[in-house]
C-alpha cells in the first residue's frame, strides 16, 4: 500500500501512509487507539472507497473499491466488534459458511444443510474447537462468536488474513489454539497482518511490525529489532510513566453489598462487598462468570436473583433502569452493542444517562446547556474527536470507551461496575482510564473493577475476589496477593 490518505468529517484519518506484508509471515501494526490502523486495514478490505493511493499485490498495480474486490484477491479480515459481523439468530455452521451460502443459492430451490454443517464442523476441527455447528450464534460466549469469524474467514481461500485485535476476548488456552492456527496458516503461505494493544503476544507469533502514530507512519522493523519500550514510546511520542496511579487508599465504611447473587449456572452464590472509596476486583478466566456477575448486579439479566444493599437501604433491582435510579452503573465489556449509542454524537451519549437534566418546559431539551456539558466532558477525559456533534462510531475504540465511561461519570453515581474496561485499549488511554478509576475512588465511590487481565487486578486494586466456574474460590488483599496466587484459583486449583 502505497502513500494512503482517507479523511471523514473532521478528520484526516490518513496521511501518506505506506504499508508492505508479506506471504508467510505474521505482521503487527500497532499504534494507539486514533492512529489509523483499522482505518488503513478497512481500506485493504474495502470498506472505505474514497481513500488515495495505489494497492499492488505481487507487484501489480490492483482496485480495492468493496469488500468483493478484497476477497476476490485473498484479502479476508476479521474485524474486532463480532456482534457487527454475525447474524444471531442463525446458527454457527450458517454464519461460518454464509458467504458460500449466497453463491450456492444462486438459481437454486434447496440447500444441503447437512453438508452446510459437515463443512463448517471440518474448519472447526481444523481450529480445535468443539462447538456446535447448529448453536445459535446469539447463544455463544463473546470468544465463541470471536472464533466463529475467524472460521469463516479461513472457509474461503485466503492470501492475508487481517486479524484486528482477536486474542481480546479469549482465554490463554483460546489464544494458543488461535496462534497455533496463526503459525499453520504462515507456513501455507497465507500472510497475516494482526493489530493487538497485548505487545507480549505480538512478540510470539509475529516477525515484523509497522507502528502508526496520529494517521501516519511512524516505523517499520523486523520485531526483532526492537523492544517493548520502544515500540510503545514511539506508539505514544513520549516516554510512558508509571503504567497504575498512585491512590492514597481508604478503609471507609462498607456502603455496597452483595449477597447471594445467582443467575442459573452462570453465577452460583456470590457474596462481596465494597467499602467507601475501595477498588475491588473480580479477577478470573474467560468464562469464569465475571460478566454475568455484573450483569446480575446492574438488572441486566432477567435470570438473576440476590439481595443487594447501599448504604444500609435494600436496593430492588430488577432492570438497568431500576439500577440507574439507585446510583448504580455499569460500563459493559462489549461497549458497541451495550456501552454507546455508535450512531448517535459523542454529546448524546454522554448526556444519555443524565438527559434530565437538560430538558426544559416538559420534554424540550436545551441544546446549547447539553452541547456544554458534553464540551466539558470531552475536554477533561482528553476525548480525542473533532467536537461533541460527532458520531461515536467515527472515535477509535479507546475514546469510544471513554465516552462509555464518561456518561456515568456525568451521572455521579454511587456504585461503578467496570466490567474489562481496557479491552482493545492501547496503553496510553489505559493510563487515563486508570486515573478515572482511581479518582472516582478518591471521591468515595464504590468500584468493582472486573478484568482478566492479572497485571491490572495487581496494580489497580484494593481487594479481590477471584472467580471460577461461576463462584468465588478466593478473597484476597491485593496487596499480599501475587500472579501466581491469582492465577492458581482462576484456575480451580487449591492452596496448599
Avoid at 494497492?55 to 466488534?81: F, M, N, T
Avoid at 479469549?170 to 494482526?194: H, M
Amino acid at each position: 500500500m502505497s502513500r494512503i490518505s482517507i479523511a471523514f468529517p473532521g478528520v484526516q484519518a490518513l496521511s501518506d501512509v505506506d504499508f508492505r506484508a508479506e506471504a508467510g509471515r505474521a505482521h503487527a501494526l500497532i499504534g494507539a487507539n486514533g492512529a489509523g490502523k483499522s482505518t488503513l486495514m478497512k481500506v485493504l478490505s474495502g470498506a472505505y472507497d474514497h481513500y488515495t493511493g495505489d494497492i499492488r499485490i505481487d507487484g501489480e498495480a490492483v482496485r480495492i473499491r468493496s469488500p468483493k474486490d478484497a476477497k476476490d484477491r485473498g484479502i479476508q479480515i476479521v474485524y474486532q466488534e463480532v456482534d457487527t459481523a454475525l447474524i444471531p439468530n442463525l446458527t454457527v455452521g450458517e454464519n461460518i459458511m454464509l458467504e458460500s451460502l449466497v453463491h450456492e443459492m444462486r438459481g437454486k430451490q434447496f440447500v444441503d444443510w447437512a453438508g452446510v454443517h459437515r463443512s463448517a464442523q471440518s474448519i472447526l476441527e481444523r481450529l480445535g474447537l468443539t462447538l456446535s455447528t447448529k448453536k445459535l450464534v446469539q447463544e455463544l460466549t463473546l470468544a465463541e462468536k470471536q472464533m466463529t469469524l475467524i472460521a469463516r474467514a479461513v472457509s474461503r481461500e485466503c492470501r492475508f488474513l487481517v486479524l484486528d485485535e482477536p486474542t481480546a476476548p479469549l482465554s490463554s488456552s483460546e489464544t494458543d489454539r488461535l496462534f497455533a492456527l496463526v503459525r499453520q496458516l504462515k507456513a501455507d503461505g497465507v500472510g497475516v497482518i494482526f493489530i493487538s494493544h497485548r505487545l507480549p503476544e505480538l512478540y510470539e507469533i509475529c516477525e515484523d511490525i509497522t507502528i502508526m502514530r496520529d494517521g501516519r507512519l511512524v516505523a517499520r522493523d523486523e520485531l526483532r529489532n526492537v523492544t517493548q519500550q520502544q515500540v510503545i514510546e514511539q506508539m505514544l511520542g513520549a516516554k510512558l510513566g508509571g503504567q497504575f496511579p498512585t491512590i492514597q487508599r481508604s478503609s471507609g465504611e462498607v456502603r455496597f453489598e452483595a449477597k447471594g447473587v445467582r443467575d442459573g449456572d452462570k453465577v452460583r452464590g456470590v457474596d462481596l462487598y465494597i467499602r467507601a472509596g475501595e477498588i475491588v476486583g473480580v479477577a478470573g478466566l474467560v468464562g469464569a462468570g465475571k460478566t454475568e456477575l455484573c450483569r446480575a448486579l446492574f438488572g441486566a439479566s432477567p435470570t438473576s436473583s440476590g439481595d443487594v444493599t447501599l448504604d444500609g437501604r435494600r436496593l430492588r433491582i430488577r432492570s438497568p433502569h431500576d439500577a440507574v435510579r439507585a446510583g448504580v452503573a455499569l460500563v459493559p465489556e462489549e461497549r458497541r452493542r451495550e456501552g454507546v449509542f455508535v450512531d448517535e454524537s459523542v454529546a448524546a451519549n454522554l448526556t444519555a444517562a443524565t438527559l434530565g437534566r437538560f430538558t426544559t418546559a416538559g420534554p424540550w431539551i436545551a441544546a446549547g446547556k447539553l452541547r456544554d456539558a458534553a464540551r466539558g466532558l470531552v475536554e477533561s477525559l482528553g476525548i480525542k474527536t473533532p467536537n461533541e456533534s460527532a458520531r461515536v462510531k467515527n472515535l477509535s475504540g479507546g475514546n469510544q470507551q471513554k465516552v462509555a465511561i464518561g456518561k456515568w461519570l456525568l451521572a455521579d453515581a454511587d456504585v461503578y461496575l467496570f466490567d474489562e474496561p481496557t479491552k482493545g485499549v492501547d496503553v496510553g488511554a489505559k493510563r487515563d482510564i486508570y486515573e478515572l478509576i482511581a479518582e472516582l475512588a478518591r471521591r468515595g465511590k464504590c468500584v468493582l473493577y472486573a478484568s482478566s487481565e492479572i497485571s491490572e487486578i495487581l496494580g489497580l486494586t484494593d481487594r479481590t475476589y477471584v472467580m471460577y466456574d461461576g463462584a468465588v474460590a478466593k478473597e484476597l488483599e491485593t496487596r499480599s496477593a501475587n500472579e501466581e496466587e491469582l492465577l492458581l484459583y482462576s484456575t480451580g486449583g487449591l492452596k496448599r
